[in-house]
Every structure is written in structure tokens, then in C-alpha cells.
Nanobody, 113 residues
Framework: QVQLVESGGGLVQPGGSLRLSCEAS????????MGWYRQAPGKQREMVAIINPGGTTVYADSAKGRFTISRDNAKNTVYLQMASLKPEDTAVYYC???????WGQGTQVTVSS
């Protein structure tokens, strides 16, 4: 079955940067849309960014200009580079294969001074 393992979360100060990684297995990675989602306390899970097999990307308005999603098909890995982080970016970030309803376990990102 599909397995997704995220890494790279942590505590960062406002204005800082983090890079999240998600390694996938159990699927032909290069054939699938991959996405990053997040869920803040008390809020619904929301899409942050998605990338299709050809590299076309879509971002939530909150992520545009600050976050970059990318993929390395040779490594079965999708990345989320986050910059200019704000306290409101604090959430659990999930990697997903949305068309397969497959989700990782999540990684906590906390933006705080």
C-alpha cells in the first residue's frame, strides 16, 4: 500500500525558513499528483500546494510567493520549501496523494519567537 513519510518540521522563528520532505513508497510516484496540506488547531485541513507529474503547481493564496513545492521523481520525494514563515503558518503539515486518499502521519511546524 501507499506509504508517505514526512520529515523536516520543527520550531522556527517568524521570518524563518523550513524545508519539509515526504518520501513515498508503494506507488509509481512519477505518475501521481502530490500535495501538501496543513491543519491548525481548531481549523479544518486545507490545501497548501500541489504538484502534478509534469511539475505544474498550484498554491493556496496563503502560500503564494513564500512556499515552493517541488518533486524529485528519482527519489520518490516531494518537498515543501517554506520561507518568510508567520505564526499563522503553525500547523501539522501532511503529505498526500490526493487521488488515492493516501496521507502521511504529519509533521508539526511551529512558528514562534
Amino acid at each position: 500500500q501507499v506509504q508517505l513519510v514526512e520529515s523536516g518540521g520543527g520550531l522556527v522563528q517568524p521570518g524563518g525558513s523550513l524545508r519539509l520532505s515526504c518520501e513515498a513508497s508503494g506507488l509509481t510516484f512519477s505518475s501521481y499528483v502530490m500535495g501538501w496540506y496543513r491543519q491548525a488547531p481548531g481549523k479544518q485541513r486545507e490545501m497548501v500546494a500541489i504538484i502534478n507529474p509534469g511539475g505544474t503547481t498550484v498554491y493556496a493564496d496563503s502560500a503564494k510567493g513564500r512556499f515552493t513545492i517541488s518533486r524529485d521523481n528519482a527519489k520518490n520525494t516531494v518537498y515543501l520549501q517554506m520561507a518568510s514563515l508567520k505564526p499563522e503558518d503553525t500547523a501539522v503539515y501532511y503529505c498526500a496523494v490526493p487521488t488515492q486518499n493516501a496521507w502521511g502521519q504529519g509533521t508539526q511546524v511551529t512558528v514562534s519567537s
